[in-house]
């Protein structure tokens, strides 16, 4: 088979809308499957699976097919959201401009995903021309992207536990090109720029990373999202307005600065989602408009849990609007979506919200006494017992 070089491939790569691209071989990333194995050890990673369900296999890129010699692995830069006002990420749905907001992170604001595998699979087709065999893998849990992007030496490992490029930053995101093809290429491996940097650990609103390269997904916001269950009470307020992930260890970070200073390109702006709209919204209509987020177990009432959240930490205090949708959700058949309207309620001030009538029927179909721990924790409960 002849092998076209890692140039040809660049110009390839290029054109196909990726902002750069290396190789590396397909032996185990030792290192990282001892980190994520530590961290696993120590709970850290809080449930998620990704990386974590099956480390041995994340981090030996060989079992990804017999006879898989290399990995080209390319990065494209987020696309930056319009700057236009107002920005919502929930079109034909009845918007009011002084309506809250939850913001929404930047890598899902576009189908940054769907134009890494456009670009990913133009590599693979070239390749395939030559007779090689190729598969693109790119947000899989069969690897580990982020380490075998740093080996083919697209960047560094930073703090944040984010790939930095030196020129491109962190706001991108990563996919490979398995291949049988025998692809040469020199790779210089950037070193740790981070040096005495720690504002990602300093400036988390949750203080979730404490060792250098170390998240504990307990405390991330982003994951806590995504996370089942009742959303931590501990962090509900830290969370503010964000609704689906968190950029601030990216925002914050000074080499992203010098890469969208240095490429001329502004910082990604956030879009925002109407929190009254989704909380109107049936489950169709949720499935619909946000679908494409990781939702766990694909149930809208974790999107309505997180909405709620933010509504609870806005100023809406005087919204009759907010009552309106609060009470709605106050009635939800599902405890997760009570106990957390119950949360926002009272965190707005609005007791007259849950009266003795209501507290009966809040209570009521709640197995796993969720709705009822929320009352205990605000003294409702207590308060109805003294009357
Ligand atoms: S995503 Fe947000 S909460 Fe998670 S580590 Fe980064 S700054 Fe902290
Ligand atoms: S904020 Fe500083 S320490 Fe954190 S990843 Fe960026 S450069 Fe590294």
Redesign the pocket.
Known sequence: MWVPNLENIKQVATKAGLDDIAVTGVEPLVEARAAIEERKRQGLHAGMNFTYGNPERATDPALLFEGAQSILVAVRRYKPPSVDEPQTSNPGTKVRLESPKGLVAAYVCSDEYGMLRQGLTAVANYLEGFGARTEVVMDDNRLADRAVAARAGLGWLGR?TMLLHPQLGSWTVIGSVVTDAPIQGQSENPHDGCGTCRR?ST????G??DEFGV?DAN?????LLQAKGTFPRRYRTALGDRLY??????VLCPINDEAMNASGTALPKDSKVDIVALLDSSDEELMKQFGHWYIPRRRPEYLRRNALIVLGNSRSHDDLEVDRVLENCLMASEPLVRSHAVWAALRLGKKHLIGPDVVGSLVEHDPDGIVRAELEEWGILLDLDSQ
Request: charged share 20%.
């Open positions: 944040n990602c400036d988390c609103p949750t979730a990373i998240l405390k991330c916001l982003a994951w992930g968190c950029d601030d260890c990216q």
